[in-house]
């Protein structure tokens, strides 16, 4: 792979957890201004999804979505960290280290792929910018 293909395809798993981790939340999360907060963040990470999507197939590569095994050990992760705890404050805790690995992640491929094509790299800045306005807003949940 090149590196427009591994940096699009770090921004469409990266959104497609984002996305699969806020839907399931949405279903436990109780507090109506938390929920809105959590749809808000959903529809972007959707965005960014389709975004990203949209430039693996404009460029011809594959989309090389998160594994099933990833998709079951998050979600039961999900479950097991909320089973006691499903308060508003204890998820937003979760979605601030979620989103703090996003940014670190973020910045590592930015700084690794360099010679990225210019509207791959605006996406990815898109991500890292979305991910660390998600931790400044969720700090009022904590």
């Known amino acids: 792979m090149n590196a427009n293909s591994e940096m699009l395809n770090f921004i469409y798993q990266n959104s497609q957890m984002g996305v699969r981790t806020i839907e399931q939340l949405m279903d436990i999360a109780e507090d109506?201004?938390?929920?809105?907060?959590?749809?808000?963040?959903?529809?972007e990470y959707q965005a960014i999804h389709n975004e990203a999507a949209s430039l693996l197939n404009k460029h011809g590569y594959d989309e090389k979505g998160i594994s099933a095994f990833e998709k079951l050990r998050t979600y039961l992760m999900i479950n097991m960290q909320t089973l006691t705890d499903n308060s508003s404050s204890h998820i937003a805790e979760m979605l601030i280290?979620?989103?703090?690995?996003?940014?670190?992640?973020?910045?590592?491929?930015?700084?690794?792929?360099?010679?990225?094509?210019?509207?791959?790299?605006?996406?990815?800045?898109r991500l890292l910018k979305f991910e660390e306005d998600n931790v400044q807003q969720l700090k009022k949940f904590l």
């Open 97 to 125: 280290i979620g989103s703090n690995m996003g940014i670190i992640d973020a910045i590592k491929n930015l700084k690794r792929y360099q010679g990225v094509e210019k509207e791959i790299t605006e996406l990815m800045e």
């Open 32 to 43: 109506d201004e938390f929920k809105k907060h959590l749809k808000a963040q959903y529809d």
